[in-house]
């Protein structure tokens, strides 16, 4: 009760809150040791052709984001941001009492949902130790704080000179009219890194635009861009087989 305990009993929300800012600042960065170690930054020709892309942070802020600000890191633009940094977000967090009325009892438990999104260079099985290794160096001793990790994969990142990908802006210039960028994109397809392992070029592509609110419950897709994407892939398919082996 926190009429009775409150201020001198531990509060595990506010602990969890405190743990949460240490590992990731105001600023933006992540806290955790060694964890930017291994990043690189885009070469000139990536960081080149991600500025012939029709984006600015007024647009996406207003119209993706649809907020007040944007955050992070500011001395990178916001596509090596959303492309070329690691992350650490939270999603959820759960524990005290959040029902309906009053009830002071000061949560004994809390628990935080987060995701790490990885980029080239770095290793899931690396990551999950030292964000163990930080979270316990940084609760306090009173704090029993455990890591559970669900699930994961090591990012990839595919060499965009191989051959397919000149195929595949063809096969798009042919059909829409305009040129395609190859660009980084965040997600979780555990098949890719297995892929690039072993040495198979990997090509993702979509045929969406940037409004269609992805795994939204009112997601769309125009149908002309179905049917531009199918001819696309066909497109490609074609050119790629008379391109031979790669």
Do not use: C
């Amino acid at each position: 009760h926190s009429g009775e305990y409150g201020g001198a009993a531990p509060n595990a929300h506010e602990e969890l809150g405190r743990l949460l800012t240490r590992l990731k600042g105001e600023d933006g960065k992540i806290n955790i040791p060694g964890f930017y170690a291994p990043v690189k930054r885009p070469s000139k020709a990536e960081l080149a052709a991600w500025k012939k892309l029709p984006f600015t942070e007024k647009d996406f802020l207003q119209k993706r984001v649809q907020g007040k600000a944007l955050v992070g890191l500011k001395k990178y633009s916001v596509l090596e941001r959303l492309w070329a940094l690691p992350t650490f977000e939270i999603h959820g967090i759960l524990g005290g009492f959040t029902g309906e009325g009053a009830k002071t009892v000061i949560p004994a438990e809390a628990t935080a949902k987060v995701s790490m999104r990885l980029v080239p260079n770095q290793k899931l099985a690396t990551v999950e130790r030292q964000l163990a290794a930080a979270v316990q160096r940084l609760a306090p001793k009173h704090v029993t704080a455990t890591v559970r990790f669900l699930h994961g994969a090591d990012p990839a990142q595919i060499k965009v000179d191989h051959p397919a990908f000149k195929l595949l802006g063809e096969a798009f210039k042919e059909v829409t009219g305009r040129a395609s960028v190859p660009a980084r994109a965040g997600g979780s397809i555990p098949v890719v890194p297995a892929l690039a392992s072993a040495g198979a070029p990997v090509i993702l592509t979509g045929i969406g635009l940037p409004d269609d609110r992805l795994h939204a419950p009112n997601e769309k897709l125009d149908l002309k861009q179905l049917w531009d994407g199918i001819e696309v892939f066909r497109r490609f398919y074609d050119l790629l087989g008379g391109a031979g082996r790669m």
